[in-house]
C-alpha cells in the first residue's frame, strides 16, 4: 500500500539555518503531495502542496519539489526563524491521506 | 483556506463512560471525513473514513463498536468514544475534503485532546 517516510527528528537549528526535511513517498498512482504543520496543542495546517511530478509548492519560505523519479519531495527553506518551530509532516493524498511520523524542528535564537 | 471545527478542544472523563467529538465543515459540504488518532511521539494514525450517509470505512485494527463515527448531514461527521479506558487518553483530530476545491488537499479541525481518568 501507500505509505510515507520522512526524517527522524528532533531536528534543532540555529535562526537563519539553512533546512531540509527528507521525505519519501511509495505510491501505486500518481498523489498529490503535501506538507502540513503542526504548532503545539493545534491541529495541522496545509503548508505547501504539489499536484503532479515536477510541480513545486511554496509557502512562507518553504518550498518542495515532487520528484517522480526519486519519489521525493523534500521540504526546504533557506533561512529559518524561532517562529518555524513545529512539527512538519510529509503527507500524501489518493483516496485518503497518508501521513509521515512528523519531524519536530527546534529553531534556537 | 476551507474551515473545518472541532468540538470540543479538550475533555476529561471518567473511565467508562461515552464521549462524543464533532467535527463541522463550517463554509463547505464535505460528503468525505477522515478521523485521526494521534499518538504521544507524533504520528497520525488514520482510524476511519467518514462518508456521508454510509457507513464509515475502519482501518485495520481498529475497532468500530469502540469509535463510533456517524456521519448523518454533509457538515458533520460525530466520533463517539465508547466506554472510554485511560489507554483511549490521545489528541483526536478530523479532517474533510472541500469537493468543490481546486486541490486534493484536506483541511484539519484544531483536534480534541481526551483524558479518561
Known amino acids: 500500500g501507500n505509505s510515507v517516510t520522512q526524517m527522524e527528528g528532533p531536528v534543532t537549528l540555529s535562526e537563519e539555518a539553512f533546512l531540509t526535511i527528507n521525505c519519501t513517498y511509495t505510491?501505486?498512482?500518481?498523489?498529490?503531495l503535501f506538507w502540513y504543520v503542526q504548532y503545539p496543542g493545534e491541529g495541522l495546517q496545509l503548508l505547501l502542496k504539489?499536484?503532479?511530478?515536477?510541480d513545486k509548492g511554496s509557502n512562507k519560505g518553504f518550498e518542495a519539489t515532487y520528484r517522480k523519479e526519486t519519489t521525493s519531495f523534500h521540504l526546504e527553506k533557506g533561512s529559518v526563524q524561532v517562529s518555524d518551530s513545529a512539527v512538519y509532516f510529509c503527507?500524501?493524498?489518493?483516496?485518503?491521506?497518508?501521513f509521515g511520523k512528523g519531524t519536530r524542528l527546534h529553531i534556537l535564537p | 483556506g476551507a474551515v473545518v471545527s472541532q468540538h470540543p478542544s479538550r475533555v476529561i472523563c471518567k473511565s467508562g463512560t461515552s464521549v462524543k467529538i464533532e467535527c463541522r465543515s463550517l463554509?463547505?459540504?464535505?460528503?468525505?471525513m477522515f478521523w485521526y488518532r494521534q499518538f504521544p511521539k507524533q504520528s497520525l494514525m488514520l482510524m476511519a473514513t467518514?462518508?456521508?450517509?454510509?457507513?464509515?470505512?475502519?482501518e485495520q485494527g481498529v475497532e468500530k463498536d469502540k469509535f463510533l463515527i456517524n456521519h448523518a448531514s454533509l457538515t458533520l461527521s460525530t466520533l463517539t468514544v465508547t466506554s472510554a479506558h485511560p489507554e483511549d487518553s490521545s489528541f483526536y483530530i478530523c479532517?474533510?475534503?472541500?469537493?468543490?476545491?481546486?486541490?486534493?488537499?484536506?483541511?484539519f479541525g484544531q483536534g480534541t485532546r481526551l483524558t479518561v481518568v
Open positions: 479532517s474533510a475534503r472541500d469537493p468543490t476545491g481546486e486541490g486534493t488537499e484536506a483541511f
Open positions: 505510491a501505486t498512482g500518481y498523489p498529490s
Open positions: 504539489a499536484t503532479k511530478a515536477d
Open positions: 503527507a500524501l493524498s489518493d483516496d485518503k491521506i497518508i
Open positions: 463554509d463547505f459540504q464535505a460528503t468525505t
Open positions: 467518514s462518508n456521508e450517509g454510509s457507513k464509515a470505512t475502519y
